[in-house]
C-alpha cells in the first residue's frame, strides 16, 4: 500500500519538509504512520490528525492511496 | 457560498453584491454581518503583520460542513463566508460571515456558532510578524465566550 503524509504550519518547519510517501504492506493506524514516517520525533500531544481531509482519531486505520495529515491546533478566524 | 481568497477585499461590497444575486427580494427580514478583522496586538506584544496558512481542500470542506450544521440548527436563507489566507497585514480583513435570515435570531445565532466553529475546526493557522521581524506561530485561539 502507498500512502501520502502532509504536514502544516509549525509542524511542517519542525520537520523541515511538508510531505512523505510512505509504502507498506498490512493497514496501519495514523498513529502507526507517525511512527513510521517521523521515528525520530514523538507525537506532539496536541496534534490534529485527518484521512482525506476529514478528521480522525489516531486509531483510525488508513487504506491504500490515503491522504494523511497531521497538524497543530487550528487558529483560523 | 464559501470563498478562500488570498487578495484583499471589502466585506461590504462582497456582501452586497452577494445579496443582489441571490434570489432574496421579499424574504428576508435580518441579516448579520460578522467581520474579523487583523490587530497590531496580540499577546502583549505588536504586530506589524500575519502570514495565513491553510489546508487547500480540507479548509473548504470543513467550512462547508460547519455551514451545512448551521443549516441544520437554524433557519437560514443564504449566507456567504470568505476567509483570507496568504500575507496580511494590519486592518485587513481576515473573515466575513454573512447570514440572511427572516428572524434576527437564526441570523445572530448562526453567526456566532459558524465563527466559533471556523476558529477550532477549520485548517487555518497563523504565523504573526512582530515589530521586530521576529516570527511566531499563533499557538491556540482565544475562547470566544470569554
Avoid at chain 1, 9 to 17: D, F, I, N, T, W
Avoid at chain 2, 48 to 74: F, S
Wanted: glycine share 6%.
Amino acid at each position: 500500500m502507498s500512502i501520502k503524509v502532509r504536514y502544516f504550519a509549525s509542524l511542517k518547519e519542525s520537520l523541515g519538509r511538508d510531505s512523505d510517501n510512505l509504502e507498506f504492506e498490512q493497514t496501519i493506524s495514523v498513529a502507526e504512520v507517525w511512527a513510521r514516517a517521523v521515528p525520530a520525533k514523538e507525537m506532539p500531544v496536541n496534534i490534529l490528525a485527518a484521512v482525506n481531509m476529514q478528521y480522525v482519531g489516531l486509531d483510525q486505520q488508513v487504506a491504500d492511496e490515503d491522504e494523511v495529515a497531521f497538524f497543530p491546533p487550528v487558529t483560523g478566524g | 457560498m464559501i470563498k478562500i481568497v488570498s487578495a484583499e477585499f471589502d466585506p461590504f461590497a462582497e456582501a452586497q453584491s452577494h445579496q443582489k444575486k441571490s434570489a432574496l427580494t421579499g424574504k428576508y427580514g435580518a441579516t448579520s454581518l460578522f467581520i474579523g478583522t487583523m490587530r497590531d496586538f496580540n499577546q502583549g506584544d505588536k504586530v506589524q503583520g500575519m502570514t495565513l496558512e491553510h489546508y487547500p481542500g480540507m479548509t473548504e470542506k470543513q467550512l462547508a460542513m460547519v455551514v451545512a450544521d448551521a443549516e441544520e440548527k437554524w433557519s437560514l436563507l443564504d449566507s456567504l463566508v470568505i476567509h483570507r489566507v496568504g500575507d496580511v497585514f494590519t486592518d485587513d480583513v481576515l473573515v466575513l460571515v454573512v447570514i440572511w435570515s427572516v428572524h434576527r435570531g437564526d441570523a445572530f445565532d448562526a453567526s456566532r456558532y459558524i465563527m466559533e466553529q471556523l476558529k477550532s475546526k477549520v485548517p487555518f493557522w497563523k504565523k504573526e510578524i512582530l515589530t521586530d521581524d521576529q516570527h511566531r506561530w499563533v499557538v491556540k485561539n482565544t475562547d470566544g465566550y470569554l
